[in-house]
């Protein structure tokens, strides 16, 4: 069973910026694509960001382009989201996952972690 741990996420302002990780404990993950997600109150999860292997392919969805940024850190198994200009409805559960070939298909989750953004 894969493991995935989201941290970081807490109450912040509008326009304040937030990093949260996401690791794997007792395992390494530099083998795999991985994302970071966010879900709503009421809405669809929806994606947020995605990383290659290497760093060195990132993919946003529209709304957060320019604000946030994916990276990994292989070596500490971990991924990171460093989230800039936080807006209100940007309230959410943030979850990271673990993307499978070949078909692409995310298959491990995390359990989340809650930001909570205040006007």
């Known amino acids: 069973q894969v493991h995935l741990v989201e941290s970081g996420g807490r109450l912040v302002q509008a326009g304040d910026s937030l990093r949260l990780s996401c690791t794997t404990p007792?395992?390494?993950?530099?083998?795999?694509?991985m994302g970071w997600f966010r879900q709503a109150p009421g809405k669809e999860r929806e994606f947020v960001a995605r990383?290659?292997?290497?760093?060195?392919?990132?993919y946003y969805a529209d709304s957060v382009k320019g604000r946030f940024t994916i990276s990994r850190d292989n070596a500490k198994n971990t991924v990171y989201l460093q989230m800039n200009s936080l807006e209100p409805e940007e309230t959410a559960v943030y979850s990271c996952a673990e993307r499978r070939p070949p078909t692409g298909k995310y298959v491990y989750w995390g359990q989340g972690t809650q930001v909570t953004v205040s006007s």
């Open positions: 990383i290659t292997v290497s760093g060195g392919i990132t």
């Open positions: 007792g395992r390494t993950f530099d083998t795999y694509e």
